[in-house]
């Protein structure tokens, strides 16, 4: 009998600790195929997923003796938490573990949209020399604006103002301000964010309130010559406006890491879109967060499962 159900890909020190003290299934290719996790659920009181394996229907329903799903990540829209809570399962995200990666990827963004010295290399092996077209902009001195200040937002905040940015953020009226003041953030309404940030940062959860929270109109009130960034949820985004936004210049670029359909299919309206940069959902994947967000997910696992040693 299975005792943990692994279906998407774990840091092998973290799988060996598991097989360590429980009977483990590891599949990292089953997210894709729902009908093989229904076929091993029965008996299984422990899952671990990633975003990709949908936790709900007739997937979940197929889990009768389920304790505890671990989350290798922080998103809960792909587990029907009400559904999994009222079967008596815990779930547990993997807080915080991946804050630094994303941070770092949103930094990496801002430099890449606002200095853009990454697209020279064919010029100037050309023998070109377009130092007029690469005289762009510093993240000095820019405002950095963040929807949604939790854990990660702050992470970003800390890293930008290192670099001389001036970061506004907006979050949920009962937000504490004690912590974003901590991380240098100062606090404006959405409106005031959008039409005077130079980069606009995407990290709050999906919910149906922030389901295409930026939209057309977002867009059209952001600031000329803005960039966008969104690390967050795909869903949080228009797609069509937002490749609306970039076709028309109203844009500056803007950076991708999550979509509203994962993977993407051929022929996406997204293809050819000027300055826009797309990632496979990876802002919060590195070496290093992966070991701390399986680290935490086994430890998680094995306090509600009780550890065996």
């Known amino acids: 009998m299975t005792d943990v159900l692994i279906t998407e890909y774990l840091d092998e ?7 360590a003290e429980y009977t483990v ?3 990292p290719g089953l997210c894709e195929r729902p009908a093989d ?18 936790v709900r ?25 009400a559904a999994a809570e009222a079967m008596g399962a815990e779930v547990c995200p993997a807080v915080g573990a991946n804050a630094a990666s994303v941070a770092e990827y949103v930094i990496a963004a801002c430099l890449l949209t ?8 064919d010029a100037v092996l050309a023998g070109k020399w377009p130092r007029n077209q690469l005289m762009l902009n510093e993240v ?13 937002g702050r992470e970003v905040a800390r890293r930008a103002a290192a670099l001389g940015m001036e970061v506004v953020g907006t979050d949920r009226p009962d937000i ?8 240098g953030i100062r606090a404006v309404d959405r409106a005031i964010l959008l039409a005077t940030s130079d980069v606009v940062s995407l990290h709050a959860p999906s919910t149906p309130e922030t389901y295409h929270l930026i939209d057309a109109a977002a867009l059209g009130a952001m600031k000329p010559g803005a960039v966008l960034i969104n690390s967050a949820r795909g869903g949080m985004v228009d797609e069509t406006a937002l490749v609306a936004a970039l076709r028309s210049g109203r844009l500056a670029a803007a950076v991708l890491d999550v979509f509203e359909d994962e993977p993407l299919k051929a022929g996406s309206e997204l293809e050819g879109v000027p300055n826009l940069w797309l990632t496979p959902h990876v802002s919060g994947v590195t070496v ?8 935490v997910t086994v430890a998680n696992v094995r306090r509600v499962l009780g550890a065996r040693r």
């Open 176 to 183: 504490d301000p004690a912590p974003l003041a901590a991380a």
């Open 25 to 27: 299934h590891y599949d």
């Open 37 to 54: 996790i229904m076929a091993l659920a029965p008996g299984v009181p422990a899952l671990v997923v990633r975003n990709r394996t949908q």
């Open 13 to 19: 020190d973290a799988v060996e600790t598991l097989k």
């Open 114 to 121: 606002l200095r853009n010295i990454w697209q020279s290399s």
């Open 140 to 152: 000095q001195g820019k405002r950095l604006g963040l929807i949604g200040c939790g854990s990660i």
């Open 288 to 295: 290093e967060a992966n070991a701390r967000v399986s680290t």
């Open 57 to 81: 229907g007739a997937v979940l329903a197929a889990f009768d003796r389920l304790k505890v799903i671990g989350r290798l990540g922080v998103g809960l829209d792909n587990i029907d938490v």
